[in-house]
């Protein structure tokens, strides 16, 4: 991504879905989660040379594991699907092993915990990664975008109607779509896409001059100073 470029952000709720398309979207929303119970069960921990701290884990090695002992489970899942929700299970973990150095050297005092398995029964966010979107440039012109399904999990399927169509909304068609997540609400009883898209930079007009300083408080809520007036205090979110 160029320097002239941001990363921004639009979120729909996912609407005109058959009940066989929901039904997909449920079971691989259940199977991601499945997996990403496997990848907790074969993430290690990984002593520091130092034998006091702990290392940071890569990705790669855990999706290797769970793609060689869960071959089945990882073989209904498509690839680039499967390996982004295991990639976010170990940035978390990798977060975790952040605050569990920091505490150990006393610079964080507050409790942490690796992450754990979820319920079964739990959904489980679906990222779409560039790579599965920019498959079918047939179907982006169309304004919409399957969800990227594996051989195994196709053949389960009574026809390709049943495959869920996203669509993309009408003002950001013509931009380069980066990620497309998938986010159950109230797990499962809808679901919202979040799509992550390449914009140019707007030039703000801002005068460098005129500074505002903004101090959480613990009496009031915020304190408030500018460079042009009197401070000001909020206390329940009015002046």
């Known amino acids: 991504m160029s320097d002239d470029c941001v990363l921004l952000t639009q979120s729909i709720l996912i609407r005109g879905l058959t009940m066989k398309q929901y039904n997909v979207l449920v079971d691989i929303s259940l199977k991601l989660n499945y997996l990403r119970n496997c990848a907790v069960e074969k993430t290690p921990f990984v002593k520091s040379t130092d034998k006091k701290h702990f290392k940071k884990i890569n990705f790669k090695p855990i999706i290797n594991k769970v793609k060689e002992e869960f071959k089945m489970e990882y073989s209904f899942i498509q690839a680039h699907l499967a390996n982004a929700a295991i990639k976010k299970h170990v940035e978390s973990f990798n977060g975790y092993i952040e605050l569990k150095n920091k505490k150990i050297d006393g610079k964080y005092d507050q409790k942490v915990n690796p992450p754990k398995k979820h319920?079964?029964?739990?959904?489980?966010?679906?990222?779409?990664?560039?790579?599965?979107?920019?498959?079918?440039?047939?179907?982006?012109?169309?304004g919409f975008i399957e969800l990227p399904l594996s051989r195994n999990y196709k053949k389960l399927l009574e026809s390709k109607n049943c495959r869920p169509r996203i669509k993309i909304p009408e003002?950001?068609?013509?931009?380069?779509i980066i990620q497309v997540e998938i986010i159950p609400i109230n797990n499962g009883k809808m679901f919202k896409a979040n799509f992550t898209y390449e914009a140019e930079k707007e030039p703000l007009d801002l005068d460098k001059n005129k500074i505002m300083g903004i101090d959480p408080g613990v009496n009031n809520f915020a304190t408030i100073v500018t460079t042009e007036g009197p401070h000001v205090q909020?206390?329940?979110?009015?002046?």
């Open 119 to 142: 319920e079964n029964y739990r959904l489980h966010n679906i990222i779409i990664p560039k790579e599965s979107i920019t498959s079918s440039k047939k179907k982006l012109r169309e």
């Open 234 to 239: 909020l206390w329940t979110g009015e002046n």
């Open 171 to 176: 003002n950001i068609r013509d931009k380069k």
